[in-house]
Structure formats: C-alpha cells, structure tokens
C-alpha cells in the first residue's frame, strides 16, 4: 500500500473516532444532569450508563487503544488513555455490582473530562505525530 493511501486510511479511522467522540456528548451530558440532580431511581441512571458502556463506549475504548497504540507508540498521552479507561470499566463493574450516588457522580466528571481531554488534546497531537494538520482534528471549546 502506497504511503498516500495508508495515511488517507490513518487520517479516515482518526475522523470516525472523533465522529464516536463527538456522538457520544450529548449521551454523556444526559447521564450528567440524570447523575447531579438524582433523575430517576439510582437503578434506572446505572441502567442507562451500564447500556451506554455495553453498547458503544466499551467499543470505542477499545478500537481506540488499539489503534493509537500503533500510531503514537511510547507516548505519554497512552499512560493517561489507558488509565481513564481502566477507571471508565472500574465504574462500569462497580454500577453493574452496586449502583450509588458516588460512583455515578465519579463517572459523570471523568467521563465528561475524558472526553474533553481526547477531543481537545488527545486527537491533535495524534494528528500532528501522524504529519496532519492538528486544527484539522481539534473539537477544542
């Protein structure tokens, strides 16, 4: 594959994560408002998450890890990917256990966050180690 045509694919697959990031907002602010001002029964809001997380953002961490593992091998920027990760599924087995106020409101800041951080930080500077134009890829506020 010539290297125009591998990185239009690169270029293609760091779009559609962004495109999953950028979906996922207006679901991860439900589960905020639904967390901060109690909506619902706390069974119901961990119902919602846990569905969230089973049917698309467990998905996405994953295609995500293993992508960017190949395209910024040794970065830092994986040591805090992988670790918000890890506390997303420490949440989602905690909800799945035991749903409470705590772990809700815990999982409604990192979620929030994460994704502010990926979109604003994690996905430029990939871009930009990839020899594309970071602005392009940027969903900074």
């Known amino acids: 594959m010539s290297g125009t045509m591998a990185s239009s694919g690169v270029r293609r ?11 996922l907002r207006p679901l991860v602010d ?3 408002r639904a967390a ?3 909506d619902g029964t706390m069974e119901q809001i961990a119902d919602r998450w846990l569905r969230l997380w089973n049917n698309s953002l467990e ?4 295609d995500e890890e293993a992508r960017l593992v190949l395209w910024i091998p040794g970065s830092p920027l994986l040591d805090r990917l992988h670790g918000e990760h890890g506390e997303l599924r420490a949440l989602a087995k905690e909800l799945e256990q035991q749903p409470n ?3 809700l409101a815990r999982l409604a800041t990192l979620l929030d966050a994460h994704l502010r951080w990926e979109l604003e930080e994690l996905m430029p500077a990939v ?9 392009e890829f940027s969903r900074a506020s």
């Open 36 to 38: 901060s001002k109690g």
């Open 59 to 62: 998905k996405h961490c994953r």
């Open 101 to 103: 106020q705590t772990a």
């Open 30 to 32: 439900e589960l905020g």
């Open 13 to 23: 697959e760091l779009l559609e994560l962004i495109e999953e990031q950028d979906g």
């Open 127 to 135: 871009a930009e180690a990839m020899g594309f134009d970071p602005a």
